[in-house]
Nanobody
Framework: VHLVESGGGSVQAGGSLRLSCSAP????????MAWFRQAPGKDREFVAA????????FYVDSVKGRFTISRGNIKNTIYLQMNSLKSEDTAVYLC?????????????????WGQGTQVTVSS
């Protein structure tokens, strides 16, 4: 599965960005998906997850109320709407998919990863 993220960029604190993740030629609608992020020198961190049908979402506490994960009308696309961005949100954001029977919200719980898109928030 080849995942492609887009939508990253540079914004000032308080601004917004919308990230997209797609897999050309592949349908996501049977699998749970998530966004992680990785800042320089830090471990990859869970950000948000969405169930296979979009009925359930889960967020890390630091982004609750600011970020929204969603599935697009196009079955092979998910989004991460990021509002009220802070400098500590600066990282490479990666999309991932769970195709097996694992559970949890850690890196080992997901099977395929995109290359990531850079988000830089300046204060």
């Amino acid at each position: 599965v080849h995942l492609v993220e887009s939508g990253g960029g540079s914004v000032q604190a308080g601004g917004s960005l919308r990230l997209s993740c797609s897999a050309p030629g592949y349908t996501f609608n049977d699998y749970a998906m998530a966004w992680f992020r990785q800042a320089p020198g830090k471990d990859r961190e869970f950000v948000a997850a969405i169930s296979f049908d979009g009925s359930s979402t889960f967020y890390v506490d630091s982004v609750k109320g600011r970020f929204t994960i969603s599935r697009g009308n196009i079955k092979n696309t998910i989004y991460l709407q990021m509002n009220s961005l802070k400098s500590e949100d600066t990282a490479v954001y990666l999309c991932t998919i769970r195709t097996g029977a694992k559970t949890g919200y850690d890196v080992a719980s997901y099977d395929y990863w995109g290359q990531g898109t850079q988000v830089t928030v300046s204060s």
